[in-house]
T-cell receptor, first 114, second 115 residues
Framework: AQKVTQAQTEISVVEKEDVTLDCVYETRDTTYYLFWYKQPPSGELVFLIRRNSFDEQNEISGRYSWNFQKSTSSFNFTITASQVVDSAVYFCALREEYGNKLVFGAGTILRVKS | GAGVSQSPRYKVAKRGQDVALRCDPISGHVSLFWYQQALGQGPEFLTYFQNEAQLDKSGLPSDRFFAERPEGSVSTLKIQRTQQEDSAVYLC?????????????FGPGTRLTVL
C-alpha cells in the first residue's frame, strides 16, 4: 500500500533561517513519482516539483532544494533564507506508475516570522 | 493561460440538501481528478476521469456521491442528502495526459459547510 508521512505538523522559523520539511514514503512499486505542493491561505495547491523514482539527482531551484534518497525512502524539501511569503502548508505526495491518484501526506504548516 | 477553476468557492448547505460542485479543467487536459480535503488533513482521492470516462471511483465515500464529465471537459461532483461529515474542501485537478508522470494542477477548491 502507498503511504506518505510528514512527521512535522508545524514548524516556525524566523525570516532568513533555513528550514527542512521531511517526507517519508512507502510503496511496493519500483517506478513511482514524488511531488511537493504548496497550499497558501488562499487554498489552491501550487505545484513545486516532481521527481521520478529512477532519478536520484538532487535539485535546486532558487531558494528551494530537494533531497531524494531511495535508501531511506525520503524526499525532503529545504527552503534557504526563508521569507514571510513562504508561510503556507506544504504537502508531499506519491503516485505509483500505474496508479491514478496522488496519495498525500498530512502536510506541514510552515510559519515564517519577520 | 487559465488554470483550473471551480465554482462556487463556498457553499453552505443544510443537512439533507443536495449540492453540485463544478470544475472547469485546463483546456485540453484529458485527465480530471476530484479530491476531498478535511480540515487539517491532506487531500484524499475521490474519483478520476479520462475524457468522459470515469475510470476510478474507488474513493467516493458513499453512494450519495456522484461525479460526471459528460463531454470530457467540465465536471460536476454531486452530493445527495448532505451530512455534516461531508463538510470539507473539494479540490479538482487536471493533467494533460493520462499517464502517471503527468503533473496534476489544482483548482482553488470549493469549501462545503453542512449545517
Amino acid at each position: 500500500a502507498q503511504k506518505v508521512t510528514q512527521a512535522q505538523t508545524e514548524i516556525s522559523v524566523v525570516e532568513k533561517e533555513d528550514v527542512t520539511l521531511d517526507c517519508v514514503y512507502e510503496t511496493r512499486d519500483t517506478t513511482y513519482y514524488l511531488f511537493w505542493y504548496k497550499q497558501p491561505p488562499s487554498g489552491e495547491l501550487v505545484f513545486l516539483i516532481r521527481r521520478n523514482s529512477f532519478d536520484e539527482q538532487n535539485e535546486i531551484s532558487g531558494r528551494y532544494s530537494w533531497n531524494f534518497q531511495k535508501s531511506t525512502s525520503s524526499f525532503n524539501f529545504t527552503i534557504t533564507a526563508s521569507q514571510v511569503v513562504d508561510s503556507a502548508v506544504y504537502f508531499c505526495a506519491l503516485r505509483e506508475e500505474y496508479g491514478n491518484k496522488l496519495v498525500f501526506g498530512a502536510g506541514t504548516i510552515l510559519r515564517v516570522k519577520s | 493561460g487559465a488554470g483550473v477553476s471551480q465554482s462556487p468557492r463556498y457553499k453552505v448547505a443544510k443537512r439533507g440538501q443536495d449540492v453540485a460542485l463544478r470544475c472547469d479543467p485546463i483546456s485540453g487536459h484529458v485527465s480530471l481528478f476530484w479530491y476531498q480535503q478535511a480540515l487539517g488533513q491532506g487531500p484524499e482521492f475521490l474519483t478520476y476521469f479520462q475524457n468522459e470516462a470515469q475510470l476510478d471511483k474507488s474513493g467516493l465515500p458513499s453512494d450519495r456521491f456522484f461525479a460526471e464529465r459528460p463531454e470530457g471537459s467540465v465536471s460536476t461532483l454531486k452530493i445527495q442528502r448532505t451530512q455534516q461529515e461531508d463538510s470539507a474542501v473539494y479540490l479538482c485537478a487536471s493533467s494533460l495526459r493520462h499517464i502517471s508522470p503527468d503533473t496534476q494542477y489544482f483548482g482553488p477548491g470549493t469549501r462545503l459547510t453542512v449545517l
